[in-house]
């Protein structure tokens, strides 16, 4: 169990169902924050969200955000949940595991769309908030990491993943458990 550190802080996790963004939620949920999971799958989502087993502390919006009109579709959510955010951790992730010379257009714009202009547009919309709300400083924690897009192989992306999710745990939180990325 964690030791409150986050007590009383709303941290929203986007890319929250995915391995990295489950991990770092239950991290946060241990450590005592209330927890908003942002991710498109559903399934996951909820499964996260009834394994964390507090419905008042995590709670989650299952939507696809591909543009700034769904992100303020977003923001509508949460002022519907009451929450004025403290901390962001986005971990959205697209990664295509194309060799370098055979990986297309498409593809790229794809993990770059995910990976980079996501990541730019959820940051606004929460950093609007937090502006909005006079609260005080926003934690923005970025996960998502474009390193594919510029032929480092997959093991040493994973490596670059691993690395970030436990410095950052270990730096100011116990890790709760090894999260696997490969």
Same mark, same amino acid.
């Given at each position: 169990?964690?030791?409150?550190? #986050?007590?009383? %802080?709303?941290?929203?996790? &986007?890319?929250?169902?995915?391995? +990295?963004?489950?991990? /770092?939620?239950?991290?946060?949920? !241990?450590?005592?924050?209330?927890?908003?999971?942002?991710?498109?799958?559903? !399934?996951?989502?909820?499964?996260?969200?009834?394994?964390?087993?507090? =419905?008042?502390?995590?709670?989650? @919006?299952?939507?696809?955000?591909?543009?700034?009109?769904?992100? !303020?579709?977003?923001?509508? @959510?949460?002022?519907?949940?009451?929450?004025? =955010?403290?901390?962001?951790?986005?971990?959205?992730?697209?990664?295509?595991?194309? =060799?370098? #010379?055979?990986?297309? $257009?498409? !593809? &790229?714009?794809?993990?770059?769309?995910?990976?980079?202009?996501?990541?730019? $547009?959820?940051?606004?919309?929460?950093?609007? *908030?937090?502006? %909005?709300? *006079? *609260?005080?400083?926003?934690?923005?924690?970025?996960?998502?990491?474009?390193?594919?897009? #510029?032929? +480092?192989?997959?093991?040493?992306?994973?490596?670059? %993943? *691993?690395?970030?999710?436990?410095?950052?745990? /270990?730096? %100011?939180?116990?890790?709760?458990?090894?999260?696997?990325?490969?």
């Amino acid at each position: 169990m964690g030791n409150g550190r #986050l007590t009383g %802080k709303n941290a929203i996790i &986007f890319g929250g169902g995915g391995r +990295i963004g489950s991990a /770092t939620a239950r991290c946060f949920f !241990e450590h005592g924050a209330h927890v908003l999971l942002i991710d498109r799958d559903e !399934e996951k989502a909820r499964a996260l969200a009834q394994t964390l087993g507090d =419905p008042s502390r995590c709670r989650y @919006w299952a939507q696809s955000i591909e543009n700034e009109r769904d992100a !303020e579709r977003l923001s509508d @959510w949460i002022d519907t949940q009451g929450v004025v =955010p403290d901390i962001l951790v986005n971990c959205p992730a697209y990664i295509s595991r194309a =060799p370098f #010379l055979s990986s297309s $257009i498409e !593809e &790229f714009d794809k993990q770059m769309h995910t990976n980079v202009r996501l990541v730019l $547009i959820v940051s606004r919309v929460i950093a609007q *908030k937090m502006a %909005k709300a *006079k *609260k005080g400083k926003l934690s923005l924690i970025h996960i998502s990491e474009p390193t594919r897009l #510029l032929s +480092i192989s997959y093991a040493v992306f994973c490596l670059q %993943k *691993k690395t970030t999710l436990h410095t950052l745990l /270990t730096c %100011k939180l116990r890790t709760p458990s090894t999260t696997e990325t490969a």
